[in-house]
């Protein structure tokens, strides 16, 4: 079984779209996250959930909307979709916030997000 | 200054080279670190945490340099199979922030 899974794994659309990425991990992990890895191969984090809290925020356009429903998945929807939001999306958790071998992170497959 | 930097690569070495990446990390305050691979349209994984003693793992050697603030990988005997992305990782209090990667490719 996956650990940590998203869905779709390809997602083609136009400009102006709104769209949803979903994930899901069934290691127990408290901890979520979301990534974006552009063209230059850059992998930045976006935001960070722990027990369905938001911890991390970063300057991510109020297009994109997480959202947790349990701890075990942190959705990701992104409105009015621009064509510099093409990129590929990484769901990843861990364990908790804590320490050492506490933060490792296991990653999904990636979104690849294509706005044509 | 980037809050993690990593050389670029790419490294191009023949197998069985040894080779060597370097990481400096601006935040003083940070935690962990750890080490990542990232094949070509694959999603990173862990290749080993860093700890401030050194560790060793088969033939991976990581080292943390707390004064100066950089991590170092050391691969020994490179297989063709090493060839990937390798991405250093600094976790501060609550964030992760990942360098942009030193691509390394080992040719036969």
């Known amino acids: 079984d996956t650990a940590v899974s998203q869905t779709p794994k390809y997602l083609v659309t136009q400009m102006g779209n709104d769209k949803s990425i979903k994930c899901e991990q069934n290691l127990g992990h408290d901890t979520m996250y979301w990534y974006k890895q552009d063209s230059k191969k850059f992998l930045k984090i976006m935001f960070s959930?722990?027990?369905?809290?938001?911890?991390i925020n970063e300057t991510v356009p109020n297009r994109f909307s997480p959202k947790s429903p349990d701890k075990a998945h942190l959705n990701l929807h992104i409105n009015s979709l621009e064509l510099g939001d093409s990129a590929v999306y990484f769901c990843?958790?861990?364990?908790?916030?804590?320490?050492?071998?506490?933060?490792?992170?296991?990653f999904g497959a990636g979104t690849r997000l294509s706005v044509l | 200054r980037k809050e993690v930097e990593q050389d670029p690569g790419p490294f191009n070495v023949p197998e069985g080279a040894t080779v060597a990446f370097n990481c400096t990390y601006s935040?003083?305050?940070?935690?962990?670190f750890f080490w990542y691979r990232q094949d070509c349209r694959k999603e990173p994984k862990l290749l080993m945490s860093?700890?401030?003693s050194g560790n060793e793992d088969g033939r991976f050697t990581a080292q943390l340099n707390r004064a100066s603030q950089y991590i170092s990988l050391l691969i020994r005997d490179s297989k063709l199979s090493d060839s990937a992305t390798y991405l250093c990782v600094v976790k501060g209090n609550n964030d992760m922030r990942f360098g942009a990667g030193t691509r390394l490719t080992v040719k036969p």
């Open positions: 959930y722990n027990n369905k809290e938001l911890i």
């Open positions: 860093v700890y401030s």
């Open positions: 990843a958790s861990s364990q908790d916030l804590g320490g050492g071998a506490k933060n490792i992170q296991y």
């Open positions: 935040n003083s305050a940070s935690q962990s």
